[in-house]
């Protein structure tokens, strides 16, 4: 999750007060972001996904501020009426390639070292989170004096594209910047195959960017000078960008800065930006308070409200245009909420009746388990994750397992088709502990299975494996022998052969499932070749039993 | 001397073995070899006697000299240098003719002349002609210090810290040579007695006749009668015995199932494969949403997809994620992709059940309560404070006048009896809940908070798609390892899954 760093002293003069520690820990954790630490003047706080709006000093200090009840309510900011050139064109081609654009112009900015780095966060933030690594939306911020509006925002064909990029003292074309540059190199992905790129460009030609991949370095770079900025977003869908500019224009306003609306030129169709017009919404109090459990007057709902920064008129809530997060009526009701104070609720168990109820075959597997503790038997749990070199090489059988697409690492990266190697993992590890080692487990397995809903079948298997001196067949066969009898079943064991185990001694055991005779098991004395791989010097007898098909039989 | 008669009355028979023989020693290897019983007996015995205050058992440790292969030969053979001077005690040799006549080893007589002109013992003329002097001869009448140390270790044990001056300097230059001699470590157990222990051993112990073991035919014939039982140590240490045991993880997790089915929940199980559809999409998390990452979830290779559910549901659910549908929600306004929700993951949460479970549930059947324990998984590099795999524990409330009091309510009864007394509860996000909340529980001894995950109540964009009708559903789903971990004291992660059979016997049973 996003986090942001806050400069305690900025932060309190921002917010128009100052909080004991305890105090403002406790109110940065109530309002709904996680405080990561305080240490000197340096806050580190976490900021849920759904507030972009918060992924800035200014934007972080404002949420606070009114939640403490300093400045509540709706923030209003001009934006002054543009100038005629304040204009961007889009051009059609970029429909193919990235269609939207949304852009202000901001002035009166006074930046300095910290400042600039400040931008710099705020955009970084923007673009990884609401941006999804710039797919999304990416952002430009250019010094004004260094252009000359209009703005063009066209897309050209690669090799058209001539500029130099930041961080280079050469000219690229558009693909060399792709295959060259190492910001390039980083996003080719958003424009690999793309026939033409997407640039913008001033009214003398001059390339200001190539989004979302690199400014121009001579129109592209903020300093200390810079007072004036012309800000674009662009990406694929425009009110995601509209909502994201508002973020950015918002905090340089509460830095001091003037927002300048521009008139976007989207063939016959012109548009405003930024808007910064509230958004209104209903809001059915009756419904709020059902869903908190309260009963608030609507007098106390608006109070609530304009501490969360909204504002609540003729029973409209005016939500700020940099919220991106209100979905749906409830949205509002956990703003309340927070407002309220979650610490200020009571919890209240409601007088319901209802029936508890375990899964039968659940119950089913703890009852087996008792069976084999009482026998002795020592449970373990293990991971459904292995590989193959410990589930088929050292087993010496070859079962078609179930591959991850993106395992971290290749120790876990198949799912198992069978218990038994898990435990003799468990017994391999375990070489130098006291013998016997009498184990078992119930746990899930997976196999192909094209009647599965995902395409995958589970199921629940227990495996049991003793390891010891004088541990074989007859041994394992006793245990099995007393957990079927405690099930009251009949049961056959015949010959056969398994990889696994040594020939001869190895038996597929059936039970009788109304009338038809079921395999459920192997049994048999695991193969000295195993053990071997395994590195376990005592023998060691097993058995597998299908205990979804068990309880099949069981069933009445 | 009452005392001493009721102790000889508690004597078991190895302890009789053994206790009048320590009139004679006190070194443990000496009463093995007097009593004729196993090392274990004697120690039993006198771990015992121990026990009852007859002695102290002390143990000694020294560092003993052992004689080496090549110290052997040479104690048959004699020292090689020795021999060396004994060829050419006589007359000057030259030294291929010593070598023929001592069968010494090249090597040998390379080290013999170093050994031997160190000591100042021979000449070594023109044309490799040997001879002895006066140095030599006296050392071969005395014969050399560590010819006497070998010997005087192949007749008893020499300790190390007893060497007297001349030996030490034998025992360094020994030392230095290839296979002569080892120190070696011994240990050795002696037994002082304590004033008790003195009268005891010169007591008369008696015949023996106390029972020793109770059996069958001793009942049978009823000779027990009459007779006296020898009296037990009963606070003796007994051997452990390796018993049957509920691994510790799924003791903790049926105690924590229990508290549902108290609290009338009812269970729901499912597969830990599960479409994307039931993990993400029916749980309105967008499609582009950071935690569909491949560095986020499992995915599966192969098969990499699955089937989707009826086509009413997904179409509803596309709807409600790209306008709201009939939710009253904006949506999240973009394009939905049916390809991407057949995506095979393993699970990241037990809430995929609660969605199942939403679908297949009647209106007729509110209000209902349902839990879930199992397990689930993220992609995650495995450390002590992470797991590829982990448990959750999940529950929901389907009922029209649920509200967040009662979501608080039921959370803070279950942890309470989980034996947290304290809950705290704060603002939280996530994408299928709104009140999203994090839930604290404060650990009474360490006097800190613990955070254990989430919780909050459904979005309509969650409920109204798959049950039908939107109706409130608590829900939440916090991490339990963290409370098994905290219980069993256990530090590092990675020991749930561990299986070390020392620790899984050893750790206790899990009881509030």
């Known amino acids: 999750m996003p986090t942001i760093t806050l400069n305690k002293d900025v932060l309190e003069k921002l917010v128009g007060k100052k909080l004991a520690l305890e105090q403002l820990k406790d109110r940065i954790s109530m309002l709904g972001t996680d405080l990561e630490k305080i240490e000197g003047n340096e806050i580190v706080v976490e900021v849920f996904p759904n507030r972009p709006d918060m992924l800035s000093e200014q934007g972080f200090a404002r949420a606070l501020s009114s939640f403490i009840g300093v400045k509540t309510g709706l923030r209003k900011y001009n934006v002054r009426k543009r100038e005629k050139n304040y204009k961007v064109i889009i051009n059609e081609s970029v429909k193919k390639v990235r269609p939207f654009t949304a852009c202000a112009i901001v002035t009166n900015l006074k930046f300095d070292d910290e400042k600039i780095r400040e931008i710099i966060q705020i955009q970084e933030k923007l673009h990884i989170g609401m941006g999804r690594d710039r797919k999304k939306l990416a952002i430009g911020i250019y010094p004004l004096e260094e252009i000359t509006l209009p703005i063009t925002y066209t897309a050209k064909k690669p090799k058209e594209i001539r500029f130099v990029p930041l961080e280079s003292d050469k000219e690229m074309n558009g693909l060399e910047i792709l295959q060259k540059h190492p910001t390039g190199k980083d996003y080719a992905h958003l424009l690999e195959g793309k026939e033409v790129f997407p640039i913008f460009m001033d009214t003398k030609n001059e390339i200001l960017s190539m989004p979302p991949i690199i400014n121009s370095h001579k129109t592209g770079k903020i300093s200390e000078k810079t007072k004036e900025v012309f800000i674009e977003f662009s990406g694929f869908d425009y009110d995601i960008l509209s909502k994201g500019l508002n973020i950015l224009v918002t905090a340089l306003a509460d830095m001091g800065g003037e927002i300048y609306e521009m008139e976007l030129v989207y063939g016959k169709k012109k548009v405003v930006s930024p808007d910064l017009k509230p958004v209104e919404w209903n809001l059915d109090i009756k419904y709020i308070n059902k869903m908190l459990g309260l009963e608030l007057s609507e007098g106390k709902i608006k109070e609530l409200l304009e501490r969360m920064g909204y504002d609540y008129k003729n029973k409209k809530v005016l939500v700020p245009a940099y919220r991106t997060d209100i979905l749906h009526q409830i949205d509002f009701a956990e703003d309340i909420a927070i407002a309220y104070g979650y610490e200020n609720f009571e919890p209240e168990i409601p007088n319901v009746s209802t029936i508890g109820e375990e899964d039968r075959f659940e119950e089913f597997k703890s009852r087996i388990a008792n069976v084999l503790i009482g026998l002795g038997l020592l449970e373990t749990n293990t991971y459904n994750l292995t590989n193959k070199e410990d589930h088929n090489k050292k087993m010496l059988f070859e079962a078609d397992v179930v591959e991850l697409e993106n395992a971290l690492t290749k120790e876990y990266s198949v799912l198992r088709t069978w218990i038994i190697p898990s435990l003799m993992k468990v017994l391999s590890e375990n070489t130098n502990r006291e013998y016997p080692q009498n184990i078992f487990e119930n746990g899930i397995i997976f196999k192909k299975d094209k009647n599965a809903e995902t395409g995958i079948a589970e199921n629940d298997r227990l495996g049991v494996a003793l390891c010891g001196q004088n541990i074989d067949f007859t041994r394992i066969k006793q245990v099995f022998d007393a957990l079927i009898n405690a099930l009251d079943l009949k049961y056959e064991s015949k010959e056969t052969e398994h990889s696994s185990f040594i020939p001869g001694r190895v038996a597929r055991i059936s039970v009788n499932d109304k009338g038809k005779s079921k395999g459920v098991a192997y049994i048999g004395e695991i193969h000295p070749k195993v053990l071997e791989n395994f590195g376990i010097e005592m023998p060691v007898s097993s058995f597998e039993l299908n205990l979804t098909d068990l309880y099949e039989a069981i069933k009445k | ?512």
């Open chain 2, 1 to 512: 001397m009452n005392d001493i008669k009721d102790l000889i009355k508690t004597l078991h028979p190895l302890e009789r073995r053994v206790a009048p023989l320590l009139r004679q020693t006190a070194i443990f290897s000496e009463l093995v070899k007097k009593s004729r019983l196993k090392d274990v007996e004697v120690m039993r015995a006198l771990q015992w006697m121990q026990n009852k205050q007859v002695l102290k058992i002390k143990e000694d440790v020294k560092e003993v000299l052992v004689l080496g292969e090549n110290g052997k030969k040479a104690l048959k053979t004699g020292l090689p240098e020795l021999v060396f001077l004994n060829s050419i005690k006589h007359k000057a040799k030259l030294l291929d003719k010593i070598r023929e006549e001592t069968k010494l080893s090249k090597e040998e007589i390379n080290a013999c002349i170093g050994l031997l002109k160190g000591k100042a013992s021979i000449h070594i003329g023109k044309g490799l002609v040997v001879s002895i002097n006066d140095n030599g001869r006296k050392l071969l009448q005395r014969g050399s210090f560590e010819e006497k140390l070998l010997k005087k270790i192949s007749g008893k044990e020499v300790d190390v810290s007893k060497l007297k001056d001349e030996e030490k300097f034998a025992f360094e230059n020994l030392k230095k040579r290839k296979d002569m001699i080892k120190p070696v470590i011994k240990k050795e157990w002696f037994v002082i007695l304590t004033n008790t222990g003195k009268k005891l051993v010169t007591s008369n112990l008696g015949p023996e006749k106390t029972i020793e073991q109770l059996t069958p035919a001793m009942l049978k014939t009823g000779s027990w009668k009459n007779k006296e039982f020898r009296a037990y140590d009963v606070k003796i240490n007994v051997p452990r015995i390796i018993r049957g045991k509920k691994h510790f993880v799924n003791q903790a997790i049926e105690y924590a199932k229990r508290i549902w089915l108290d609290m009338g929940f009812k269970e729901m199980t499912g597969t830990l494969v599960q479409t994307s559809f039931w993990n993400f999409d029916a749980l309105f998390t967008a499609q582009d949403h950071p935690v569909r990452d491949l560095q986020d979830t499992f995915f599966i290779k192969n098969p990499a997809r699955g089937r989707l559910p009826d086509k009413k549901l997904v179409e509803t659910v596309k709807q409600t994620h790209e306008t709201g549908w009939t939710t009253g929600s904006t949506g999240w306004k973009y394009k939905w992709d049916e390809e991407e929700a057949k995506k095979n993951v393993l699970r990241t949460h037990t809430t995929c059940l609660s969605a199942q479970t939403l679908t297949k549930l009647k209106k007729e059947e509110l209000p209902a309560k349902f839990f879930a324990l199992g397990r689930c998984f993220r992609n995650e590099t495995i450390d002590w404070s992470h797991l590829a795999e982990f448990n959750q524990t999940e529950g929901i409330v389907v009922d029209k006048n649920a509200n967040f009091r009662h979501l608080l309510g039921y959370l803070k009864q279950f942890f309470k009896k989980m034996g947290y007394e304290k809950a705290r509860f704060r603002p939280g996000y996530f994408p299928y809940t709104e009140f999203s909340i994090e839930i604290d529980i404060f650990h009474p001894v360490k006097k800190e908070w613990i955070e254990l995950g989430g919780a909050g109540i459904f979005r309509p964009e969650v409920v109204k798609p798959l049950l039908g009708i939107d109706v409130p559903v608590l829900a939440w789903g916090p991490g339990f390892d963290r409370i098994i971990m905290e219980f069993f004291n256990i530090n590092d992660i990675r020991e749930l899954y561990k299986n070390d059979l020392k620790q899984v016997r050893k750790i206790k049973e899990w009881m509030r």
